[in-house]
């Protein structure tokens, strides 16, 4: 480990929103978006030019028009990029070559020098901000009423094309490859033993690494677990059906974004990357619907959606984003068999809710499953202080 750390005291200062050349060592930088950038954005807002307004009262069309206009109103004239991108480099950001692509990661390491490591990884529509604010209860419990040895040390990357990764240059960026750079990072930073974690594409990634086994991994935590058979039993119990049945509304009301990422995603890319307030809607859109409530800025707060629309904006990195579904298209709600440790938490506004009986036919190492009284999609994003319990609880027999 000692070794590994010393390889990050190199600093770059990033002063546009490309990121410098990343290496095969493992470097820091300093991130400073030029006002010119925040300048075009507010420009960009206060010239765009909106549609008519939905014709129902619901959100059954997408985003309401007086709503998604009072966002970006606030988003031009008084929101403050600044002290976000202040925490971001208060945090550590590291970027480092793998697999021939730059990968940017946060890196916080507890005091407890006995933490153990713990890889989260994020999803679509989110980004490393999803994590923000179980950083201080997971590397440093007791201030946040838990034990010494409840403590993490902290690996969160950005997915490829994700943030302040590069974007791919070509296709191929599968959910396994994906899991392989994750597992060469953590061998890089030198981490003999660890954990991995995720939910949306996280989940998928953090599958695949179960199924990989590389070496150190101690076993995982799902907060989406992927457990639907691929053959549905004739008979279901009433989770199971709940389940099927919840599938089946989101493949009804919710999928056609996965059809139109997975299909067309540079097409996609063109209008979201010239306005912000379409930017905007598309990622509004999945907070509000994914979470458990009906107003997105008061669960996740306005200022902090701000946050990762406009960490999606200054990096143009909608057609880049969607690029995961293109490259990993025919997956399923299935993630097989996984033979290590697993620890899944299941919230009740998940896309669908797993059931158990499916779990223990999944995961034969199954040693923490616990059904939230509350929560959505972005589970670290919504509900910090249940996540972080439910990373305790669930991954103290990894340790």
Known sequence: MEDALNDMTAACTLDATELPTASDDVTRFQLNVP?????????RLASTRWPRRETVADTSQGVPLARLQALVDYWRDAYDWRPIERQLNGWGQYQTRIDGLGIHFLHIRSQNENALPLLLTHGWPGSVLEFRD???????????????????????????GFGFSDKPATNGWSVPRIAMAWATLMQRLGYQ???????????????????????????????????VPDKLPAALSQEEQRAVDAIAEFGREEAAYVQLQATRPQTLGYGLADSPAGQAAWIFEKLEAWSDGTDAETIFGRDAILDNITLYWLTNSAASSAQIYWDNRGGSFSGGRLELPVAASVFPREIYRAPKSWAEQSYPMLVHWNELPRGGHFAAWEQPTLFTQEMRDGLRSMR
Request: net charge negative.
């Open 35 to 43: 006002e010119d950038a925040l300048s075009d954005l507010r420009r």
């Open 134 to 160: 179980v950083i201080g209860p997971l590397t440093d419990p007791t201030r946040y009423g838990g034990k010494a040895e409840d403590a993490f040390h902290l690996v969160i990357p950005s997915l490829p």
């Open 193 to 227: 033993k660890w954990v991995a974690q995720g939910g949306d594409w996280g989940a998928a990634v953090t599958t695949a690494l179960a199924h990989i086994k590389p070496a150190g991994l101690a076993g995982v935590h799902l907060s989406w677990p992927f457990v």
